[in-house]
C-alpha cells in the first residue's frame, strides 16, 4: 500500500515566481487536504476536495494561493508571485471518507522564498 | 473560531515512565479526535484517533476523551528515547478539515 507522495520534498525560489506543489494521494482515498505548517506550530488547513470538488477553502488562503485536482486523483496546489511569508511546509493529506475519517499525510514540500 | 490548545512544554519524562500528553479544544460540536507524532523535519503520522468518549487503548497508547469538559489526553507507557517528538492533537468535524494544536513536545531521557 503506496501512502501519500508529494513532489517536490523542497523548493527554493525567489520572491515574486509562481510555484507548483504536486500531491498523490492513497489510492481508493477520496479525499484529499492542504495544510501548511510553519515552525513550532501546529499544521494549518488551507483546502480540501472530495474527488474532484473543492469543497472549503480556508480564509487564509489568498488570491494567490489556487488548487486543483482535476480526475478526483492527484491535486495540485499552485502559488503565484510568492512572497517571503509563504515559506513553510506544505503538507498534503488523504483520508478514505465513507465513514473513515483519519487523515494520513505525505512527507510535505518545504518552500523557501528568498 | 475553533481553537485547540496544547501545553507546548518540552515535556521530559524518564525512560520507563508514563507521559501525559493534554488537548483542550473550544468547539463543543467536535466530533473526531486523533493524536499525530511528528519528529523534527518530518510530516505528522497518526497514532490514534477517538470519537466517543471514554478510554482508546492500542499498545502502549491510550487516548482519553471527555466530551463534557471538552478534553482529550495522550498517555504513553513505557515510554522510550524514540519516542521524543512532538505530539500534535487535532480537532475535527465529520470528514472536514482538522483543527491542529500548537504541538507538545517530549523529551524522554535515557
Known amino acids: 500500500d503506496t501512502g501519500v507522495s508529494q513532489d517536490p520534498r523542497h523548493k527554493i525560489t525567489k520572491r515574486g515566481q509562481n510555484v507548483t506543489f504536486r500531491c498523490d494521494p492513497i489510492s481508493e482515498h477520496n479525499r484529499l487536504y492542504w495544510y501548511r505548517q510553519t515552525l513550532g506550530q501546529g499544521p494549518e488547513f488551507l483546502t480540501y476536495?472530495?474527488?474532484?470538488?473543492?469543497?472549503?477553502k480556508s480564509r487564509l488562503l489568498s488570491d494567490r494561493f489556487s488548487a486543483e485536482r482535476p480526475k478526483g486523483s492527484f491535486s495540485t496546489l499552485e502559488i503565484q508571485r510568492t512572497e517571503q511569508g509563504d515559506s513553510a511546509m506544505y503538507l498534503c493529506?488523504?483520508?478514505?471518507?465513507?465513514?473513515?475519517?483519519?487523515?494520513?499525510f505525505g512527507p510535505g514540500t518545504r518552500l523557501t522564498v528568498t | 473560531q475553533k481553537e485547540v490548545e496544547q501545553n507546548s512544554g518540552p515535556l521530559s519524562v524518564p525512560e520507563g515512565a508514563i507521559a501525559s500528553l493534554n488537548c483542550t479544544y473550544s468547539?463543543?460540536?467536535?466530533?473526531?479526535f486523533f493524536w499525530y507524532r511528528q519528529y523534527s523535519g518530518k510530516s505528522p503520522e497518526l497514532i490514534m484517533s477517538?470519537?466517543?468518549?471514554g478510554d482508546k487503548e492500542d499498545g502502549r497508547f491510550t487516548a482519553q476523551l471527555n466530551k463534557a469538559s471538552q478534553y482529550v489526553s495522550l498517555l504513553i507507557r513505557d515510554s522510550q528515547p524514540s519516542d521524543s517528538a512532538t505530539y500534535l492533537c487535532a480537532v475535527g468535524f465529520y470528514g472536514q478539515n482538522f483543527v491542529f494544536g500548537p504541538g507538545t513536545r517530549l523529551s524522554v531521557l535515557p
Open positions: 493529506a488523504s483520508s478514505l471518507g465513507q465513514g473513515n475519517y483519519e487523515q494520513y
Open positions: 476536495f472530495q474527488n474532484e470538488a473543492q469543497l472549503e
Open positions: 468547539d463543543r460540536g467536535s466530533q473526531s
Open positions: 477517538i470519537y466517543s468518549n
